[in-house]
Protein backbone atom coordinates (compact mmCIF):
# COMPACT_ATOMS: atom_id res chain seq x y z
CA UNK A 1 0.00 0.00 0.00
CA UNK A 2 1.13 3.40 -0.26
CA UNK A 3 3.05 4.57 2.73
CA UNK A 4 0.88 7.21 3.88
CA UNK A 5 -2.15 4.97 3.51
CA UNK A 6 -0.06 2.69 6.34
CA UNK A 7 0.67 5.28 8.40
CA UNK A 8 -2.86 5.69 9.11
CA UNK A 9 -3.53 2.13 9.66
CA UNK A 10 -0.86 2.88 12.54
CA UNK A 11 -2.62 5.26 13.81
CA UNK A 12 -5.90 3.59 13.91
CA UNK A 13 -4.12 0.86 15.17
CA UNK A 14 -2.89 2.56 18.08
CA UNK A 15 -6.09 4.41 18.99
CA UNK A 16 -5.98 7.53 17.71
CA UNK A 17 -9.76 9.30 17.58
CA UNK A 18 -8.37 12.60 16.47
CA UNK A 19 -5.28 14.53 15.63
CA UNK A 20 -5.54 18.60 15.34
CA UNK A 21 -3.64 20.72 13.61
CA UNK A 22 -2.36 22.56 10.28
CA UNK A 23 -2.28 20.78 6.95
CA UNK A 24 0.22 21.71 4.19
CA UNK A 25 1.54 21.15 0.92
CA UNK A 26 4.24 18.31 2.41
CA UNK A 27 1.42 16.15 4.81
CA UNK A 28 -1.29 16.25 1.49
CA UNK A 29 -1.05 12.91 0.92
CA UNK A 30 -1.02 11.90 4.59
CA UNK A 31 -4.05 13.87 5.01
CA UNK A 32 -5.71 12.34 1.89
CA UNK A 33 -5.20 9.04 4.08
CA UNK A 34 -6.64 10.78 6.74
CA UNK A 35 -9.72 11.37 4.67
CA UNK A 36 -10.42 7.84 3.66
CA UNK A 37 -9.74 6.86 7.54
CA UNK A 38 -12.15 6.49 10.92
CA UNK A 39 -9.77 9.27 12.22
CA UNK A 40 -11.48 12.90 13.07
CA UNK A 41 -8.90 15.47 11.28
CA UNK A 42 -9.61 18.80 13.62
CA UNK A 43 -8.28 21.99 11.55
CA UNK A 44 -7.28 24.45 13.73
CA UNK A 45 -6.11 28.51 12.78
CA UNK A 46 -2.41 27.93 14.63
CA UNK A 47 -0.32 24.96 15.54
CA UNK A 48 0.18 25.79 18.72
CA UNK A 49 -3.33 25.78 19.32
CA UNK A 50 -2.97 22.25 17.67
CA UNK A 51 -0.66 20.95 19.99
CA UNK A 52 -2.29 22.39 23.35
CA UNK A 53 -5.28 20.54 21.93
CA UNK A 54 -3.19 17.20 21.54
CA UNK A 55 -1.82 18.32 25.07
CA UNK A 56 -5.45 18.59 26.87
CA UNK A 57 -6.48 15.46 25.13
CA UNK A 58 -3.36 13.49 26.60
CA UNK A 59 -4.24 14.86 30.15
CA UNK A 60 -7.77 13.54 30.33
CA UNK A 61 -7.24 10.29 28.52
CA UNK A 62 -4.05 9.41 29.42
CA UNK A 63 -3.44 8.37 25.90
CA UNK A 64 -1.07 10.21 23.59
CA UNK A 65 -3.22 13.23 21.59
CA UNK A 66 -1.62 13.52 18.21
CA UNK A 67 -0.88 17.37 16.57
CA UNK A 68 -0.04 17.44 12.91
CA UNK A 69 1.69 20.19 10.98
CA UNK A 70 3.92 20.70 7.73
CA UNK A 71 7.89 21.38 7.60
CA UNK A 72 9.56 24.61 8.33
CA UNK A 73 7.26 27.03 10.35
CA UNK A 74 4.32 25.11 10.42
CA UNK A 75 6.53 22.70 12.86
CA UNK A 76 8.25 25.57 14.75
CA UNK A 77 5.08 26.85 15.70
CA UNK A 78 4.26 23.50 17.49
CA UNK A 79 7.25 23.65 20.07
CA UNK A 80 5.81 25.49 22.44
CA UNK A 81 2.76 23.41 22.94
CA UNK A 82 5.05 20.21 22.82
CA UNK A 83 7.64 21.70 25.40
CA UNK A 84 4.04 22.14 27.55
CA UNK A 85 3.40 18.56 27.12
CA UNK A 86 6.81 17.20 27.98
CA UNK A 87 6.98 19.13 31.11
CA UNK A 88 3.26 18.20 32.36
CA UNK A 89 4.18 14.71 31.35
CA UNK A 90 0.81 14.90 29.49
CA UNK A 91 1.41 12.10 26.39
CA UNK A 92 1.38 13.46 23.10
CA UNK A 93 2.69 12.54 19.50
CA UNK A 94 3.27 15.34 17.38
CA UNK A 95 3.43 14.77 13.60
CA UNK A 96 5.36 16.95 11.22
CA UNK A 97 5.77 16.80 7.45
CA UNK A 98 9.23 17.50 5.39
CA UNK A 99 10.91 18.47 1.93
CA UNK A 100 12.13 15.32 0.36
CA UNK A 101 14.78 13.24 0.94
CA UNK A 102 17.10 14.35 -1.54
CA UNK A 103 16.41 18.33 -0.59
CA UNK A 104 17.66 17.48 2.83
CA UNK A 105 21.43 17.82 2.81
CA UNK A 106 20.99 21.32 0.42
CA UNK A 107 19.60 25.01 1.92
CA UNK A 108 16.22 24.31 0.56
CA UNK A 109 13.22 26.22 0.32
CA UNK A 110 11.70 26.08 4.34
CA UNK A 111 13.97 23.06 5.07
CA UNK A 112 14.43 23.08 8.94
CA UNK A 113 16.11 20.40 10.40
CA UNK A 114 13.24 19.29 12.88
CA UNK A 115 14.86 16.11 14.22
CA UNK A 116 17.53 17.90 15.50
CA UNK A 117 15.52 20.76 16.65
CA UNK A 118 12.43 18.89 18.56
CA UNK A 119 14.79 16.44 20.35
CA UNK A 120 15.03 19.40 23.03
CA UNK A 121 11.24 19.38 23.54
CA UNK A 122 10.70 15.67 23.33
CA UNK A 123 11.60 11.94 24.75
CA UNK A 124 12.06 10.78 21.76
CA UNK A 125 12.00 11.57 18.07
CA UNK A 126 12.98 10.09 14.34
CA UNK A 127 12.57 10.53 10.94
CA UNK A 128 10.95 7.88 8.89
CA UNK A 129 13.34 7.21 5.83
CA UNK A 130 11.94 4.41 4.41
CA UNK A 131 7.78 3.54 4.15
CA UNK A 132 9.46 -0.25 5.30
CA UNK A 133 10.13 1.58 8.82
CA UNK A 134 6.56 3.22 9.37
CA UNK A 135 4.98 0.58 11.76
CA UNK A 136 7.86 0.59 14.46
CA UNK A 137 8.24 3.94 14.13
CA UNK A 138 4.62 4.92 14.84
CA UNK A 139 4.62 2.28 17.48
CA UNK A 140 7.52 3.38 19.22
CA UNK A 141 6.43 6.97 19.57
CA UNK A 142 3.08 6.04 21.04
CA UNK A 143 4.28 3.48 23.53
CA UNK A 144 7.38 5.53 24.86
CA UNK A 145 4.50 8.51 25.12
CA UNK A 146 2.14 6.99 27.05
CA UNK A 147 4.91 4.64 29.09
CA UNK A 148 7.34 7.64 30.10
CA UNK A 149 4.24 10.17 29.79
CA UNK A 150 5.60 13.09 27.40
CA UNK A 151 5.64 14.58 24.32
CA UNK A 152 6.99 12.54 20.96
CA UNK A 153 7.79 13.33 17.44
CA UNK A 154 7.68 11.85 14.14
CA UNK A 155 8.57 13.35 10.59
CA UNK A 156 7.31 12.17 7.47
CA UNK A 157 8.93 13.15 4.58
CA UNK A 158 7.33 14.01 1.52
CA UNK A 159 8.43 11.87 -0.64
CA UNK A 160 8.65 8.84 1.94
CA UNK A 161 4.47 9.49 2.28
CA UNK A 162 4.33 8.16 -1.29
CA UNK A 163 6.36 5.47 -1.68
CA UNK A 164 4.46 1.72 -1.52
CA UNK A 165 4.79 -0.52 0.82
CA UNK A 166 4.40 -4.28 1.77
CA UNK A 167 4.46 -3.92 5.50
CA UNK A 168 1.61 -3.96 7.96
CA UNK A 169 0.80 -2.38 11.80
CA UNK A 170 2.27 -4.07 14.33
CA UNK A 171 0.01 -5.72 16.50
CA UNK A 172 -0.84 -3.67 19.74
CA UNK A 173 -0.89 -5.80 22.75
CA UNK A 174 -1.64 -4.52 26.61
CA UNK A 175 -0.01 -5.45 29.22
CA UNK A 176 -0.13 -4.86 32.78
CA UNK A 177 1.79 -2.26 34.40
CA UNK A 178 2.59 -3.47 37.64
CA UNK A 179 5.79 -4.04 39.35
CA UNK A 180 6.47 -5.73 42.37
CA UNK A 181 7.79 -4.19 45.46
CA UNK A 182 9.61 -6.21 48.25
CA UNK A 183 7.55 -6.53 50.83
CA UNK A 184 10.54 -5.28 53.83
CA UNK A 185 9.79 -1.89 51.91
CA UNK A 186 6.30 -1.31 52.16
CA UNK A 187 6.30 -2.61 55.72
CA UNK A 188 9.43 -0.48 56.39
CA UNK A 189 7.18 2.58 54.91
CA UNK A 190 4.65 1.46 56.65
CA UNK A 191 6.76 1.35 60.15
CA UNK A 192 7.86 4.81 59.05
CA UNK A 193 4.80 6.30 58.96
CA UNK A 194 3.03 5.03 62.16
CA UNK A 195 6.60 6.26 64.08
CA UNK A 196 6.36 9.36 62.69
CA UNK A 197 4.82 12.69 64.74
CA UNK A 198 3.66 14.71 62.38
CA UNK A 199 3.59 12.71 58.65
CA UNK A 200 1.64 14.36 55.79
CA UNK A 201 0.91 13.37 52.02
CA UNK A 202 2.30 15.42 49.08
CA UNK A 203 0.04 14.33 46.48
CA UNK A 204 1.32 15.58 42.76
CA UNK A 205 0.12 15.13 38.75
CA UNK A 206 1.49 11.51 39.05
CA UNK A 207 -1.84 10.46 40.72
CA UNK A 208 -3.91 11.58 37.87
CA UNK A 209 -1.85 9.79 35.04
CA UNK A 210 -1.89 6.28 37.47
CA UNK A 211 -5.98 6.87 38.00
CA UNK A 212 -4.42 6.61 41.29
CA UNK A 213 -6.85 9.10 43.29
CA UNK A 214 -9.50 6.57 44.70
CA UNK A 215 -6.54 4.58 46.23
CA UNK A 216 -4.98 7.84 47.83
CA UNK A 217 -8.66 8.42 49.56
CA UNK A 218 -9.01 4.95 50.72
CA UNK A 219 -5.23 5.12 52.43
CA UNK A 220 -6.43 8.72 53.51
CA UNK A 221 -9.43 7.34 55.51
CA UNK A 222 -7.92 4.45 57.07
CA UNK A 223 -4.81 6.36 58.42
CA UNK A 224 -5.99 9.49 58.91
CA UNK A 225 -3.11 11.60 57.31
CA UNK A 226 -3.02 14.84 56.14
CA UNK A 227 -2.80 15.96 52.75
CA UNK A 228 -1.31 18.79 50.94
CA UNK A 229 -1.31 19.38 46.95
CA UNK A 230 0.57 20.65 44.30
CA UNK A 231 -1.28 22.68 41.86
CA UNK A 232 -1.99 19.94 39.03
CA UNK A 233 -2.36 17.73 41.82
CA UNK A 234 -5.53 19.49 43.08
CA UNK A 235 -8.57 17.32 43.44
CA UNK A 236 -6.62 13.79 44.19
CA UNK A 237 -8.57 14.17 47.58
CA UNK A 238 -11.83 16.32 48.01
CA UNK A 239 -11.14 19.80 48.74
CA UNK A 240 -14.03 19.32 51.06
CA UNK A 241 -12.22 16.49 52.80
CA UNK A 242 -11.73 17.34 56.71
CA UNK A 243 -7.66 16.12 55.94
CA UNK A 244 -7.07 18.34 52.95
CA UNK A 245 -4.73 20.99 54.11
CA UNK A 246 -4.44 23.13 50.65
CA UNK A 247 -1.81 23.21 47.56
CA UNK A 248 1.22 24.44 47.33
CA UNK A 249 3.28 26.13 44.59
CA UNK A 250 4.13 29.68 45.18
CA UNK A 251 7.73 30.84 46.37
CA UNK A 252 6.02 33.07 49.11
CA UNK A 253 5.85 31.76 52.61
CA UNK A 254 2.31 30.82 52.20
CA UNK A 255 0.00 29.10 55.18
CA UNK A 256 0.69 25.52 53.35
CA UNK A 257 4.27 25.76 53.92
CA UNK A 258 3.37 25.99 57.76
CA UNK A 259 1.92 22.35 57.43
CA UNK A 260 5.99 21.26 55.64
CA UNK A 261 7.78 23.51 58.95
CA UNK A 262 6.18 21.20 61.29
CA UNK A 263 6.05 17.86 59.29
CA UNK A 264 8.94 15.45 59.98
CA UNK A 265 7.86 13.11 57.42
CA UNK A 266 6.60 13.77 53.57
CA UNK A 267 4.98 10.72 51.83
CA UNK A 268 5.58 12.07 48.10
CA UNK A 269 2.94 10.62 45.66
CA UNK A 270 3.22 10.92 42.36
CA UNK A 271 5.14 14.31 42.76
CA UNK A 272 6.82 15.55 40.12
CA UNK A 273 10.13 17.92 40.50
CA UNK A 274 8.84 20.50 38.18
CA UNK A 275 5.95 20.98 39.96
CA UNK A 276 7.51 22.67 42.66
CA UNK A 277 10.77 22.59 44.06
CA UNK A 278 11.98 21.04 47.73
CA UNK A 279 14.11 23.83 47.84
CA UNK A 280 11.26 25.45 49.01
CA UNK A 281 9.43 23.03 51.29
CA UNK A 282 12.95 20.69 52.67
CA UNK A 283 15.40 23.91 52.80
CA UNK A 284 17.03 22.38 55.39
CA UNK A 285 17.25 18.99 54.32
CA UNK A 286 16.30 17.58 57.61
CA UNK A 287 12.74 15.99 56.24
CA UNK A 288 12.39 11.88 55.92
CA UNK A 289 10.92 11.22 52.61
CA UNK A 290 9.60 8.58 51.04
CA UNK A 291 8.95 8.88 47.38
CA UNK A 292 6.23 6.91 45.72
CA UNK A 293 6.24 7.26 41.98
CA UNK A 294 6.49 5.04 38.94
CA UNK A 295 9.66 6.89 38.14
CA UNK A 296 13.02 7.41 40.04
CA UNK A 297 13.22 10.56 42.01
CA UNK A 298 14.80 13.81 40.39
CA UNK A 299 18.53 14.30 41.88
CA UNK A 300 18.38 17.09 43.97
CA UNK A 301 20.25 17.38 47.31
CA UNK A 302 17.15 18.23 49.23
CA UNK A 303 15.29 15.72 47.63
CA UNK A 304 16.68 12.85 48.84
CA UNK A 305 14.36 10.11 49.71
CA UNK A 306 14.43 7.11 52.65
CA UNK A 307 12.71 5.14 50.87
CA UNK A 308 11.55 4.67 47.22
CA UNK A 309 8.30 2.83 46.24
CA UNK A 310 9.07 2.93 42.07
CA UNK A 311 6.73 1.22 40.20
CA UNK A 312 2.82 1.71 39.81
CA UNK A 313 1.39 4.05 41.97
CA UNK A 314 -2.06 3.08 42.45
CA UNK A 315 -0.77 -0.75 43.31
CA UNK A 316 1.88 0.96 45.57
CA UNK A 317 -0.84 2.43 47.64
CA UNK A 318 -3.30 -0.66 47.75
CA UNK A 319 -0.08 -2.63 48.94
CA UNK A 320 1.19 0.19 51.51
CA UNK A 321 -2.83 0.34 53.14
CA UNK A 322 -2.53 -3.58 54.09
CA UNK A 323 0.57 -2.56 56.26
CA UNK A 324 -1.22 0.43 58.00
CA UNK A 325 -2.57 -0.78 60.68
CA UNK A 326 -3.44 2.33 62.51
CA UNK A 327 -5.36 5.62 62.59
CA UNK A 328 -3.30 8.84 63.30
CA UNK A 329 -5.43 11.82 64.79
CA UNK A 330 -4.79 15.17 62.77
CA UNK A 331 -1.98 16.83 64.75
CA UNK A 332 -4.40 19.90 65.99
CA UNK A 333 -1.73 22.31 64.22
CA UNK A 334 -2.34 20.56 60.71
CA UNK A 335 -6.24 21.55 61.60
CA UNK A 336 -5.02 25.34 61.98
CA UNK A 337 -3.53 24.98 58.61
CA UNK A 338 -6.85 23.93 57.45
CA UNK A 339 -8.63 26.26 59.02
CA UNK A 340 -6.89 29.20 57.75
CA UNK A 341 -6.64 27.94 54.23
CA UNK A 342 -10.70 27.23 54.54
CA UNK A 343 -11.48 30.68 56.00
CA UNK A 344 -9.46 33.03 53.39
CA UNK A 345 -12.06 30.96 51.03
CA UNK A 346 -14.84 31.95 52.44
CA UNK A 347 -13.79 35.58 53.38
CA UNK A 348 -14.60 36.86 50.24
CA UNK A 349 -17.68 34.78 49.10
CA UNK A 350 -19.88 37.68 49.78
CA UNK A 351 -17.76 40.70 48.68
CA UNK A 352 -19.38 42.91 45.83
CA UNK A 353 -16.98 45.50 45.08
CA UNK A 354 -15.92 46.06 41.54
CA UNK A 355 -14.09 45.77 40.27
CA UNK A 356 -14.19 42.15 41.26
CA UNK A 357 -11.80 40.35 43.84
CA UNK A 358 -10.11 37.33 42.36
CA UNK A 359 -10.90 35.52 45.59
CA UNK A 360 -14.40 36.87 44.90
CA UNK A 361 -14.40 35.78 40.90
CA UNK A 362 -13.13 31.70 41.98
CA UNK A 363 -15.70 31.87 44.79
CA UNK A 364 -18.15 32.71 42.20
CA UNK A 365 -17.38 30.32 39.57
CA UNK A 366 -17.30 27.39 42.25
CA UNK A 367 -20.35 27.89 43.09
CA UNK A 368 -21.43 27.94 39.45
CA UNK A 369 -19.56 24.38 38.93
CA UNK A 370 -20.83 20.78 39.68
CA UNK A 371 -17.91 18.93 41.58
CA UNK A 372 -16.78 16.73 38.19
CA UNK A 373 -17.02 20.29 35.97
CA UNK A 374 -14.09 20.84 34.35
CA UNK A 375 -11.65 24.27 34.84
CA UNK A 376 -8.43 25.15 33.04
CA UNK A 377 -6.40 27.75 33.78
CA UNK A 378 -4.24 29.76 31.50
CA UNK A 379 -1.28 31.90 32.84
CA UNK A 380 -1.14 34.71 34.60
CA UNK A 381 -2.11 36.22 37.84
CA UNK A 382 -5.20 34.01 38.02
CA UNK A 383 -3.41 31.20 37.70
CA UNK A 384 -1.69 31.97 41.48
CA UNK A 385 -4.88 32.27 42.97
CA UNK A 386 -6.32 29.59 41.30
CA UNK A 387 -3.80 27.35 42.52
CA UNK A 388 -4.01 28.43 46.19
CA UNK A 389 -7.64 28.64 46.46
CA UNK A 390 -9.92 26.90 43.88
CA UNK A 391 -11.60 24.30 46.00
CA UNK A 392 -11.20 20.88 43.49
CA UNK A 393 -13.66 17.86 44.24
CA UNK A 394 -12.48 15.47 41.59
CA UNK A 395 -9.67 13.89 39.92
CA UNK A 396 -8.92 15.65 36.52
CA UNK A 397 -11.02 18.47 36.80
CA UNK A 398 -8.92 21.38 37.15
CA UNK A 399 -6.52 21.93 34.70
CA UNK A 400 -3.09 24.45 35.14
CA UNK A 401 0.16 24.88 32.54
CA UNK A 402 2.65 24.28 35.38
CA UNK A 403 5.56 23.34 33.86
CA UNK A 404 6.17 25.76 30.66
CA UNK A 405 3.86 27.65 32.55
CA UNK A 406 2.34 28.55 29.28
CA UNK A 407 0.25 31.73 28.41
CA UNK A 408 -1.83 31.22 25.73
CA UNK A 409 -3.25 27.61 26.66
CA UNK A 410 -6.78 27.75 27.87
CA UNK A 411 -8.94 28.50 25.22
CA UNK A 412 -7.36 25.40 22.98
CA UNK A 413 -7.68 23.42 25.50
CA UNK A 414 -11.03 24.14 26.21
CA UNK A 415 -12.35 22.85 22.98
CA UNK A 416 -10.00 19.89 23.67
CA UNK A 417 -11.76 19.47 26.91
CA UNK A 418 -15.57 20.03 25.12
CA UNK A 419 -14.99 17.66 22.71
CA UNK A 420 -13.54 14.86 24.78
CA UNK A 421 -16.13 15.40 27.61
CA UNK A 422 -18.90 16.66 26.09
CA UNK A 423 -20.86 15.99 29.51
CA UNK A 424 -18.84 18.36 31.47
CA UNK A 425 -19.62 21.82 31.93
CA UNK A 426 -16.06 23.32 31.00
CA UNK A 427 -15.16 26.92 32.07
CA UNK A 428 -11.73 28.12 31.10
CA UNK A 429 -10.03 31.05 33.18
CA UNK A 430 -7.42 33.69 31.27
CA UNK A 431 -5.79 36.76 31.87
CA UNK A 432 -6.52 39.51 28.80
CA UNK A 433 -2.92 38.96 27.96
CA UNK A 434 -2.91 34.99 27.87
CA UNK A 435 -6.49 35.10 26.55
CA UNK A 436 -5.60 37.09 22.84
CA UNK A 437 -1.96 34.92 22.00
CA UNK A 438 -4.29 32.01 20.75
CA UNK A 439 -7.63 33.84 20.42
CA UNK A 440 -7.90 33.38 16.54
CA UNK A 441 -9.02 29.74 17.52
CA UNK A 442 -12.56 31.13 18.55
CA UNK A 443 -13.28 30.08 14.74
CA UNK A 444 -12.35 26.83 15.59
CA UNK A 445 -14.98 26.27 18.95
CA UNK A 446 -17.92 27.93 16.86
CA UNK A 447 -17.13 25.83 13.63
CA UNK A 448 -16.75 23.12 16.19
CA UNK A 449 -19.99 23.66 17.84
CA UNK A 450 -17.98 23.69 20.97
CA UNK A 451 -19.38 24.25 24.74
CA UNK A 452 -17.29 26.10 27.33
CA UNK A 453 -17.51 30.00 28.62
CA UNK A 454 -13.89 32.02 29.05
CA UNK A 455 -14.20 34.49 31.33
CA UNK A 456 -11.45 36.86 30.95
CA UNK A 457 -9.74 38.53 33.92
CA UNK A 458 -9.54 41.87 32.68
CA UNK A 459 -7.06 44.10 33.76
CA UNK A 460 -4.93 45.72 30.70
CA UNK A 461 -1.68 44.68 32.24
CA UNK A 462 0.40 41.21 32.39
CA UNK A 463 -0.87 41.83 35.82
CA UNK A 464 1.79 38.90 37.24
CA UNK A 465 4.55 40.74 35.94
CA UNK A 466 3.71 43.90 37.65
CA UNK A 467 2.98 41.58 40.57
CA UNK A 468 6.62 40.30 40.63
CA UNK A 469 8.14 44.10 39.60
CA UNK A 470 6.37 46.08 42.47
CA UNK A 471 7.62 43.36 44.74
CA UNK A 472 11.24 43.48 43.73
CA UNK A 473 11.49 47.64 42.49
CA UNK A 474 7.78 48.66 43.82
CA UNK A 475 7.99 49.90 40.20
CA UNK A 476 6.69 48.81 37.23
CA UNK A 477 7.60 49.06 33.35
CA UNK A 478 6.82 47.43 29.88
CA UNK A 479 3.33 45.84 31.75
CA UNK A 480 0.59 48.10 30.30
CA UNK A 481 -1.77 48.03 27.14
CA UNK A 482 -5.39 48.61 25.77
CA UNK A 483 -7.87 45.51 25.12
CA UNK A 484 -9.73 45.30 22.48
CA UNK A 485 -14.08 45.21 23.01
CA UNK A 486 -14.62 41.59 24.06
CA UNK A 487 -17.72 41.39 23.52
CA UNK A 488 -17.63 42.78 19.89
CA UNK A 489 -14.70 40.19 19.48
CA UNK A 490 -16.83 37.22 20.74
CA UNK A 491 -19.75 38.29 18.27
CA UNK A 492 -17.66 38.52 15.34
CA UNK A 493 -16.12 35.00 15.24
CA UNK A 494 -19.70 33.72 16.28
CA UNK A 495 -19.77 33.43 19.53
CA UNK A 496 -21.70 35.41 22.55
CA UNK A 497 -19.95 38.33 24.89
CA UNK A 498 -20.98 39.98 28.08
CA UNK A 499 -19.30 42.50 29.79
CA UNK A 500 -19.84 42.59 33.40
CA UNK A 501 -20.51 46.21 34.80
CA UNK A 502 -21.09 44.44 38.85
CA UNK A 503 -19.78 41.89 40.82
CA UNK A 504 -23.51 40.34 41.39
CA UNK A 505 -23.75 39.82 37.80
CA UNK A 506 -20.89 36.96 37.62
CA UNK A 507 -23.09 33.96 38.91
CA UNK A 508 -26.04 34.39 37.10
CA UNK A 509 -24.55 35.53 33.87
CA UNK A 510 -21.92 32.19 34.41
CA UNK A 511 -24.88 30.04 34.88
CA UNK A 512 -26.80 31.02 32.17
CA UNK A 513 -24.34 30.80 29.50
CA UNK A 514 -23.57 27.43 30.61
CA UNK A 515 -27.06 26.13 30.27
CA UNK A 516 -27.53 27.79 27.11
CA UNK A 517 -24.38 26.57 25.28
CA UNK A 518 -22.55 27.76 23.07
CA UNK A 519 -18.97 29.60 23.05
CA UNK A 520 -18.95 32.79 25.45
CA UNK A 521 -16.72 35.07 26.50
CA UNK A 522 -17.37 36.68 29.87
CA UNK A 523 -15.10 40.00 30.46
CA UNK A 524 -14.97 40.49 34.21
CA UNK A 525 -13.10 43.63 34.99
CA UNK A 526 -10.44 42.59 38.17
CA UNK A 527 -8.91 44.13 41.09
CA UNK A 528 -5.00 43.01 41.33
CA UNK A 529 -4.58 45.25 44.15
CA UNK A 530 -4.87 41.79 46.10
CA UNK A 531 -1.87 40.83 44.60
CA UNK A 532 0.78 43.22 46.37
CA UNK A 533 -1.78 42.89 49.87
CA UNK A 534 -1.23 39.05 49.28
CA UNK A 535 2.81 39.18 49.04
CA UNK A 536 2.51 41.89 52.07
CA UNK A 537 0.32 39.40 54.48
CA UNK A 538 3.11 36.55 53.63
CA UNK A 539 5.79 38.41 54.74
CA UNK A 540 4.93 38.52 57.99
CA UNK A 541 5.39 35.19 60.22
CA UNK A 542 2.27 33.70 58.68
CA UNK A 543 3.56 30.20 60.71
CA UNK A 544 2.98 31.52 64.20
CA UNK A 545 -0.30 28.91 65.19
Known amino acids: MKASDLFVKCLENEGVEYIFGVPGEETIDLTESLRKSNIKFIPTRHEQSAAFMADMYGRL??????????????????????????????????????????????????????????????????????????????????????????????ELPEDVAKEETSKEPILKKDYPHIRLLDESELKRAAEMIKSSSMPIILAGNGVFREDAAGELRKLVQSTGLPVVSTFMGKGAIPADNTHYLGSMGIKDHDHIMCGFEMADLVICVGFDYVEYTPKFWNPDKSKKIIHIHTDHPEIDETYIPDI???????????????????????????QKVRARMMAEIEDYAEDMSFPMKPQKILSDVRETMDRGDILISDVGAHKLW??????????????????????????????????????????AIAGDGGFLMNLQDLETAV?????????????????????????????????DFTNPDFVKLAESFGAKGVRLETAEELKPRLTDALEAGGVWLLDVPVDYSENIKLTEKLKHNFCEL
Open 308 to 334: LLVGSIKQTLFNLRQYCDFKKEMHERF
Open 61 to 154: THKPGVCLATLGPGATNLITGIADAQLDRAPLVAITGQSALEKTHKDSHQYIDIVTAFKQFTTWNSKVTRADFIPEIVHKAFDIAADRPGATHI
Open 447 to 479: RLGCNFVVVIFDDSKYGLIEWHERKAFNETMGI
Open 386 to 427: IGRLFPACEPNTVFISNGLATMGFALPSAIAASIIKPEKKVV
